[in-house]
C-alpha cells in the first residue's frame, strides 16, 4: 500500500485540536506547555464546553496562552489568577473556570492567592506548571528549584541553608478541606500524556460536583533553562524532578490518598 | 421615590452599590473604611439582587478579583484606605492598561506609611496622576457629602463602562465616618446576561456561549507599534473625558475677588470660611472640584480675569496647589493652606491663612 | 490476516526540531531531516515509513501539535 493511500481524511486518528489556534507557538522547542495547553484544549472540545469555559493566563513564559488557547482568556497580573478565577466563578458559576500557572507565579508571589482559593474552595480547576525554574525571565531559581540546582540566581546550586528547601505546593494545599482534587502528572512520553489527559478529563468533570477546588500539577521540562536539549531534559526530569515530585493521585474526591 | 436614611458615608455607599446593580464587591477591612465590607456582609445582598460580597484574602487579591469580575463584563467594586490602595496600584495600572470598567473607593487616612486612621487628602497625587506604572489617568471622583458618597456609585459604574475604565471614588476619613441624611435610589435590577452580551459582547470573557470569536483581556503588547497604538486610545479617553465628563461646583464666586479651591471634607469646611470672610467684608467664594480628574483647567484660567489670588485648601502639604498653579499659568498668586496627621482645619483657620497668603500678598 | 499501517503528516514548517517524537516512536519510524524549514529547524519525517502503524504516540507527544496521524487495516 501507497502511504498516498493511507493518507486519506477518512483514514485520519488524530489531529491537532481546532482549540488550538494556528498561531505558532512561542514556546522553546520541546516545552511541555505546548502538550499541556493542547492536552487541554482537546478535553475542552471533546467535552463541548469550549463556549462555558474562561481561562487565566499568568505571567510567564505561558504569559501568551491566549494567543493558543481559543477560548475566552484573561491576562492576569502575576500571582493573581487565582483571584481573578475566584470573581469568575463567584460571579458565573455556571462556567467552567482555570487558570494555568507557572512555578513562579504559583508557588512564589502567587502562594497567598493560592492557598486561598484553595481554602475557600473556589469551583475553578487550577493547573499548575512546575519546571523548577523561572523560563520567561531567563532561568532564575523557582521555589521548585531542586537543592543544588543550579540557575542563574543559584549559579553555584540551590543552597538549601541559605534559599530554603523547594515547595511542595501540591501536598500543602491538599490538606485544605476547601481541595477536593489534587494530582500531579507529567507530559513527556505517551504514556504520560494519555494518563494526564485522562486527569483532565476527570477534572473538567469534577469541576460539574461543584466540590470544591481541582488542582493539577504537570511537572515538565524546561530545556532552555536547564541548559539542555529537550530529549536529554526529559531524561534529566525522569532522574530528577520525578523522584522528588512524584506523580500520581494525592486527593481524589475529597479524600487524601493514604500512602 | 427615594428612601431617606440617616447613615454613615460608608454605609451610604455600600448600600447604593447594593442598589446600583452592582454584581460583586471584593474588599478587605482597613479603618476608616472597615464599614463598608461589614455593612455588606451583614445585609446579605445575595438575598436581595445576588450580588456577591467576599472578604479576599489582601487588597492586591481584591483587587484582582474586580479585575476578574471586570473582565467578564460585570458591575464590581472594591474599597479600601490609603495603604490598601498602595497595595492595590499594581492591579489599578492593569485594569486601566486592559481597559476595563471597575470602581474604586479610597477612604483616604493619613500617611506616609502605616500613618494615622484620622481623615486626610494626602493621597490626591497618587489619585489624579493615575498611581501605578504607565501612562494612564483614573477619572477622579470627589464626594464632600454622605449624599455624594451615594450618588456617586451609580455615575462612577456609568463613566466606568462609558469609557471602559476604571474609576476612582477619593473621599476621606470624615466623609467615610460621618452621618448624614442620605436619599437612596431605588433599587436598579443587575443586567442579565443578555444585557452584558449586548453592551461589552465585544470584548468581555464570559464564555463564548453566543458562537462568536474568543475575547482576550489583556494589558500586554509587545509589539511597540501596537503597544503605541493602545497607549493612544487610553489618552483619547482621558482627552473624551475632559470634553464630556468634568464636574466642578461654584459656590459664591459671582462677585469674587478670591478663591478657595477645596474638595471633599475640605470644601465643606471652607464654606464657614467663606461666611465668616464675607462678614468681615472680604469677597471670597468656593471653587469646588466635583472631578479632580478632570480638572477645572478651563475655569481656572477664565477666572483669572476676575480673582486677584486663589487659596489651595487641602488636608496635606501641598498637593492639588501645583495642578492650581499650571494651570493658572501663574497669571495670579496660588498659595496652600493644610494641616496634616489627621488634624482637620477650623474654619477660622483657613480664614486666617487666607488673609496671610492671599489678600495681604 | 489484517495489517494495521499508518502514516503521519508533519506540518514541516511549524516543527522546531525539537526530537521528542523520536524516542517515542515505539518502531523508529521517525528521524530528523537532513534539509532545514523556513526557521532554520531540522524536522521530523517517516525514516522508515513501512513499520508506522498509526499508534499517535508521536503527535500526542508533540508539544507544538504539529503531527497529524492516519491510520488503515489492510486486507492481507
Known amino acids: 500500500m501507497d502511504i498516498k493511500d493511507i493518507i486519506k481524511p477518512e483514514n485520519q486518528v488524530y489531529a491537532k485540536t481546532k482549540l488550538m489556534t494556528d498561531n505558532e507557538l512561542s514556546y522553546c522547542p520541546g516545552c511541555g506547555h505546548g502538550t499541556a495547553h493542547r492536552l487541554m484544549m482537546e478535553v475542552v472540545d471533546e467535552m463541548g464546553i469550549a463556549d462555558k469555559t474562561v481561562g487565566v493566563a499568568p505571567v510567564g513564559c505561558s504569559v501568551l496562552a491566549y494567543d493558543f488557547m481559543n477560548v475566552d482568556m484573561q491576562q492576569a497580573a502575576h500571582g493573581r489568577a487565582p483571584a481573578l478565577a475566584t470573581a469568575l466563578n463567584r460571579l458565573m458559576p455556571d462556567k467552567y473556570v482555570f487558570t494555568y500557572q507557572g512555578d513562579g507565579d504559583l508557588a512564589a508571589i502567587g502562594t497567598a492567592e493560592t492557598i486561598h482559593a484553595c481554602n475557600r474552595g473556589e469551583n475553578i480547576l487550577i493547573v499548575f506548571i512546575n519546571n523548577g525554574i523561572y523560563g520567561m525571565t531567563g532561568g532564575q531559581m523557582a521555589p521548585t528549584t531542586l537543592p543544588n540546582m543550579k540557575s542563574s540566581t543559584s549559579p553555584h546550586g540551590r543552597d538549601v541553608s541559605t534559599m530554603g528547601s523547594p515547595i511542595k505546593m501540591t501536598e500543602l494545599i491538599s490538606n485544605l478541606p476547601g481541595v477536593y482534587s489534587v494530582s500531579r502528572h507529567a507530559v513527556h512520553t505517551p504514556k504520560h500524556v494519555r494518563k494526564t489527559k485522562k486527569a483532565f478529563q476527570k477534572a473538567f468533570k469534577d469541576l460539574e460536583l461543584k466540590k470544591g477546588l481541582v488542582f493539577i500539577e504537570i511537572v515538565s521540562n524546561c530545556n532552555s533553562g536547564w541548559k539542555m536539549r529537550p530529549v536529554e531534559s526529559n531524561i534529566w526530569l525522569e532522574d530528577n524532578m520525578l523522584p522528588f515530585y512524584e506523580l500520581g493521585d494525592i486527593k481524589v474526591d475529597g479524600k487524601l490518598i493514604q500512602k | ?361 | 490476516m489484517a495489517k494495521i499501517r499508518g502514516a503521519i503528516v508533519v506540518d514541516t514548517e511549524k516543527c522546531k526540531g525539537c526530537e521528542v517524537c523520536v524516542p517515542a516512536c515505539p518502531t523508529s519510524v521517525i528521524d530528523m531531516s537532513k534539509e532545514v524549514n523556513g526557521k532554520g529547524y531540522h524536522f521530523a519525517y517517516m525514516a522508515n515509513p513501512d513499520a508506522c502503524t498509526g499508534c499517535s504516540n508521536c503527535a500526542i507527544v508533540c508539544p507544538d501539535g504539529v503531527i497529524s496521524v492516519f491510520r488503515v487495516k489492510v486486507e492481507e
Not at chain 2, 59 to 80: D, F, R
Not at chain 2, 281 to 296: A, C, D, M, N
Not at chain 2, 330 to 353: W, Y
Open chain 2, 1 to 361: 421615590m427615594a428612601e431617606l436614611k440617616l447613615m454613615k458615608g460608608n454605609e451610604a455607599f455600600a448600600e447604593a452599590a447594593i442598589r446600583a446593580g452592582a454584581d460583586g464587591y471584593f474588599g478587605y477591612p482597613i479603618t476608616p473604611q472597615s464599614e463598608v465590607i461589614e455593612y455588606l456582609m451583614a445585609e446579605r445582598p445575595e438575598n436581595r439582587t445576588g450580588m456577591v460580597v467576599l472578604q479576599a484574602e489582601s487588597e492586591v487579591a481584591a483587587i484582582n478579583m474586580v479585575y476578574g469580575g471586570a473582565g467578564a463584563g460585570k458591575k464590581v467594586l472594591t474599597s479600601s484606605s490609603s495603604p490598601g490602595i498602595s497595595l492595590k496600584l499594581e492591579g489599578i495600572s492593569y485594569l486601566a492598561g486592559a481597559e476595563l470598567p471597575a470602581v474604586i473607593l479610597n477612604v483616604v487616612r493619613g500617611g506616609p506609611g502605616l500613618g494615622t486612621i484620622q481623615p486626610s487628602q494626602a493621597d490626591y497625587n497618587q489619585a489624579v496622576k493615575g498611581g501605578g506604572h504607565g501612562d494612564y489617568q483614573l477619572y477622579v471622583l470627589a464626594p464632600a457629602s454622605v449624599q455624594e458618597m451615594a450618588d456617586f456609585v451609580e455615575d462612577a459604574f456609568d463613566i466606568a463602562f462609558k469609557y471602559r475604565a476604571p474609576v476612582l471614588i477619593l473621599s476621606d476619613g470624615l466623609i467615610g465616618q460621618m452621618m448624614e441624611k442620605v436619599y437612596l435610589k431605588d433599587q436598579k435590577p443587575r443586567w442579565t446576561d443578555e444585557e452584558i452580551n449586548k453592551m461589552s459582547g465585544d470584548w468581555a470573557t464570559y464564555g463564548r456561549t453566543d458562537g462568536r470569536e474568543r475575547n482576550i483581556i489583556t494589558s500586554l503588547d509587545l509589539k511597540s507599534e501596537k503597544m503605541e497604538e493602545r497607549v493612544h486610545r487610553l489618552q483619547a479617553k482621558y482627552k473624551q473625558m475632559e470634553d464630556e465628563d468634568l464636574r466642578f461646583e461654584e459656590i459664591q464666586t459671582e462677585d469674587a475677588d478670591y478663591i478657595i479651591m477645596a474638595y471633599g471634607s475640605s470644601a465643606r469646611i471652607a464654606q464657614k470660611t467663606v461666611e465668616l470672610a464675607r462678614e468681615k467684608g472680604i469677597k471670597v467664594g468656593i471653587l469646588r472640584p466635583i472631578t479632580l480628574f478632570p480638572f477645572p483647567k478651563k475655569r481656572l484660567m477664565e477666572m483669572t480675569k476676575q480673582i486677584k489670588g486663589i487659596l489651595s485648601v487641602e488636608l496635606n502639604m501641598g498637593q492639588m496647589v501645583d495642578d492650581i498653579r499650571l494651570a493658572v499659568e501663574h497669571k495670579i498668586p496660588v498659595e496652600h493652606f493644610g494641616r496634616t496627621g489627621g488634624i482637620i482645619h477650623t474654619p477660622e483657620e483657613i480664614l486666617e491663612a487666607l488673609e496671610e497668603k492671599i489678600v495681604k500678598g
